[in-house]
């Protein structure tokens, strides 16, 4: 694991940015691995940046996201289809065919599993891994539990994560009480893992995930077993490792 230290938060959203476009300058027509959550917003922005200079081209690029609510449509404004639309795929040159996330709109979740397992198997697997980290050492929606679940699953939101996310939604009965994730072995699956991290309310749990004992109670302390992972976390959030 090679933790790199940045300064702060735009520090480490260009850093991220450029082991990005590293792969994709190495490899054209590379999968990459996408997460949604306020962390990776500047590593996205940077890589637009970068794209409308000219020195980005995202025309061979595929892309599989971790995760997606189940029973939210694409134009609803709280999907990740929507988020990834937003932050990324409608400012760039990339082939909207090629953009990947579970579909929430599939009722039937043994289906919309598996049919996103064979989705990953088809494009090859993921070269490059983006993720952030939960406060309560989640990656992807893979919470914290009595194993590390393998491959795509549905997961029954907890009532704190309904509740945080009641504010985006016109009544609580819209709040989404269930999500699509990849799992763990996937994740692992991946070449290459970027995590970004960032702030002092991170600090605790960063020291958990990649300095304490490998538990499925910090589903990311899994990342330790990986031969290629690259932390690239701000001050705040290594506030508590030396
Ligand atoms: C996002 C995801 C989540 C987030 C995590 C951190 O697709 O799967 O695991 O990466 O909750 O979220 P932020 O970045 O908002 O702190």
């Known amino acids: 694991m090679k933790i790199i230290r940045a300064k702060d938060y735009k520090d480490m959203s260009r850093k991220a940015a450029n082991i990005i476009s590293a ?11 996408l ?24 025309s061979e690029v595929t892309t599989v996201n971790l995760d997606e609510y189940k029973g939210l449509t694409r134009e609803n404004d709280q999907s990740y289809y929507y988020f990834m ?6 400012r760039v040159n990339i082939n909207k065919d090629r953009t990947f996330l579970p ?23 993921v070269d490059l ?5 939960g406060h309560n050492g989640h990656i992807g929606f893979n919470e914290p539990g009595m194993a590390f679940e393998a491959e795509t699953h549905c997961v029954n939101l907890t009532e704190s994560t309904m509740k945080a996310n009641q504010r985006f939604f016109a009544s609580m ?3 989404p009480k269930q999500a699509y994730t990849m799992g763990i072995k996937t994740i692992m699956q991946a070449k290459k893992i970027l995590i970004v991290i960032s702030g002092e309310d991170k600090a605790q749990i ?8 490998i538990t499925p109670k910090v589903q990311a302390s ?3 077993l990986h031969n290629d992972v690259i932390v690239v976390a701000d001050e705040a959030a290594l506030s508590l490792v030396k």
């Open 85 to 90: 639309n937003d932050k990324l795929f409608s």
């Open 129 to 133: 891994q983006l993720l952030g980290l």
């Open 222 to 224: 899994v990342l330790q």
């Open 23 to 33: 792969q994709i300058i190495m490899k054209p027509n590379c999968v990459l691995g």
């Open 206 to 213: 960063v020291k958990e995930a990649f300095f304490g004992p």
């Open 173 to 175: 009965d819209e709040v």
């Open 35 to 58: 997460a949604t959550g306020s962390t990776p917003i500047g590593t996205y922005d940077q890589l637009v940046e970068w794209y409308n200079k000219g020195d980005l081209d995202f």
């Open 103 to 125: 579909d929430g709109m599939e009722p039937d979740s043994d289906k919309a599993c598996r049919d996103y397992n064979e989705i990953i198997a088809s494009v090859g697997g």
